[in-house]
DNA sequence: TCGATGAGTTCAGTATACTGAACGCAGTTT
DNA sequence: AAACTGCGTTCAGTATACTGAACTCATCGA
């Protein structure tokens, strides 16, 4: 962070997208509605108090709106001998889904980064028998069902797991989410 | 973000920790000392741009003032068949690496997760030829050079390169940065 | 044409964030 | 001891964040 935040600009696009009034936010927030008004025109130095209510009535993180825009993801490859480096991507049911792995390891293993849409689900089937998955949190915070058991992991945790039965990654919060992803296939089945 | 932020706390633990006098990060933030006090002991609610100044003297991010302090990454295994998860931790230099990857897997690839204290370096003897490494970055920024190429990469970033040659991994920011990494052994070598 | 409703802005008053200076309290020096 | 230095706290004054109410300007029916 070196330039100080745009709290003002931030908030305004939120409250517009979700389409809210300054009433209601600030009956939602605990704010007035003078103050929501001064805070988006840049017209004040709200408190962290405050802006802190505001977050809490928008239903997203304070960091939310004190950061710039989230930067899109970037693929790099630093090699020219690594050129086959996938970009697919795929979006559905509020995941996106990139694929990171090469085409020349498509075999062994694949690697994905997944973004999952407040409140997102997904879920999969059986894959086969030896099957395991390895997932890294990079953003936010999933909950991971495999058969019985349920985990809840945020940034930074790693969860291994064997996927030969049902499993599925949820995104309850109300922020996006980023999974690093690597699906390792048993090796009986090349 | 469900419980308002301890913002005197994290300056008072960031602060001592730097063994800096309240007079000291007076002049480097430009707040007064008096406030420095008084937000330390939770007289008052400051204001967004005090604290960001606050911030800048003591070269953290705003939101490392705002959060609860940085939870301990953990490792999970949700699979009773996935129970050799390694959970080695190495400490040198400013980098924490901790193998993710089972030991069953050790010929084919393997998983880290490298935590990089600020300005760490991690360089890297070239390996095997045909040996691919992944990144993915979960928190921070990294400068990654590979040869004669360099790259700058944020959250959510991806990188993959041929790794027979020199590299290196440089964290150049005050923040602590963690990575993921894949190693990928050329098949030839088994 | 004229209220009436609902949007965001401005106003005047109060609470409080913020400052420089004074203060109290250690540990050292003379 | 007394004087000094450097730490964090407290004080009194000023700037301003914050509020409820008044205001402006649309859009909508009668």
Redesign the pocket.
């Known amino acids: 962070m070196h330039t100080p935040p745009m709290i003002g600009k931030n908030i305004q696009r939120i ?2 997208a979700r389409k ?7 009956e939602r927030s ?12 840049d ?9 802190w ?1 505001i977050a809490r009535g928008l239903n997203v993180e304070l960091n939310d709106l004190l950061e710039a825009d989230d930067e899109p993801k970037r693929i790099f490859s630093l090699n020219p001998a690594a050129e086959d480096a996938a970009k697919l991507e795929k979006k559905q049911d509020g995941i996106t889904i990139r694929v990171l792995s090469p085409l020349s390891m498509v075999e062994e293993l694949e690697m994905y980064l997944l973004t999952f849409e407040p409140h997102a689900a997904l879920v999969s089937e059986p894959h086969f028998p030896g099957t395991q998955e390895y997932l890294t949190i990079v953003k936010g915070t999933v909950k991971v069902t495999v058969g019985d058991n349920t985990a809840e992991l945020k940034r930074g945790d790693f969860l291994m797991y064997h996927c030969d039965t049902d499993h599925a990654i949820y995104n309850d919060s109300n922020q996006p989410a980023i999974v690093h992803m690597v699906v390792r296939f048993s090796p009986d089945r090349r």
Chains 1, 2 share one sequence.
């Open positions: 409250r517009s809210l009034t300054l009433n209601v936010l600030s605990g704010v007035s509605k003078a103050m929501l008004s001064q805070i988006e025109s017209k004040v130095n709200p408190t962290v108090a405050t802006v209510k």
